[in-house]
T-cell receptor
Framework: DSGVTQTPKHLITATGQRVTLRCSPR?????VYWYQQSLDQGLQFLIQ???????AKGNILERFSAQQFPDLHSELNLSSLELGDSALYFC????????????FGPGTRLTVL | TQLLEQSPQFLSIQEGENLTVYCNSSSVFSSLQWYRQEPGEGPVLLVTVVTGGEVKKLKRLTFQFGDARKDSSLHITAAQPGDTGLYLCAVMKTSYDKVIFGPGTSLSVIP
């Protein structure tokens, strides 16, 4: 158990819909990272938040957005869903300083029908 | 073009065999990480290498960072079924706090 929790574990929805994925980092970790993993693209960095502020952006679509709340949990919002958005979405957290170690959650499997 | 390339893409071996997987790039990195991901779970960090030529051992796993810090290898001795999983190398672009993962090597160890 990494200490990072993600909900829900599985999500099935239809094209055009909007979903919210939730992540709670390890206690004390200020950084939260979101990743998308699909068979054809591998593990792709989406976005990072540090203590409530956006820190870095990767290959995140405009239809996707995220935020980190004062209690440090984070949400990834995916809207106007397309079939190609079906993937595993991982959240990871990292201690602020002195380490490059990221701890990954168990992921949310999103299926868009 | 991928920043990191990993080979082989798939590897299926018998229990007890040795194997080596590779992570290559044309770029120089200050550090490189190896993760293992088991089916249905998130990646778990195995090791971070930071010095060119560095060798780190974790039980039956030996990690090496190339002298030029552009490549790395992971050698597993006497593979066991529990070693089955996706092995990912990753680098952190510290100026932007982004982590870039390679495509991975999927290892299957058959009892």
């Amino acid at each position: 158990d990494s200490g990072v929790t993600q909900t829900p574990k599985h999500l099935i929805t239809a094209t055009g819909q909007r979903v919210t994925l939730r992540c709670s980092p390890r206690s004390g970790d200020l950084s939260v990272y979101w990743y998308q993993q699909s068979l054809d693209q591998g593990l792709q960095f989406l976005i990072q938040y540090y203590n409530g502020e956006e820190r870095a952006k990767g290959n995140i679509l405009e239809r996707f957005s995220a935020q980190q709340f004062p209690d440090l949990h984070s949400e990834l919002n995916l809207s106007s869903l397309e079939l190609g958005d079906s993937a595993l979405y991982f959240c990871a957290s990292r201690t602020a300083h002195g380490t490059d170690t990221q701890y990954f959650g168990p992921g949310t499997r999103l299926t868009v029908l | 073009t991928q920043l990191l390339e990993q080979s082989p893409q798939f590897l299926s071996i018998q229990e007890g065999e040795n194997l080596t997987v590779y992570c290559n790039s044309s770029s120089v990195f200050s550090s490189l990480q190896w993760y293992r991901q088991e089916p249905g779970e998130g990646p778990v960090l195995l090791v971070t290498v930071v010095t060119g030529g560095e060798v780190k051992k974790l039980k039956r796993l030996t990690f090496q960072f190339g002298d030029a810090r552009k490549d790395s290898s992971l050698h597993i001795t006497a593979a066991q079924p529990g070693d089955t999983g996706l092995y990912l190398c990753a680098v952190m672009k510290t100026s932007y706090d982004k982590v870039i993962f390679g495509p991975g090597t999927s290892l299957s160890v058959i009892p």
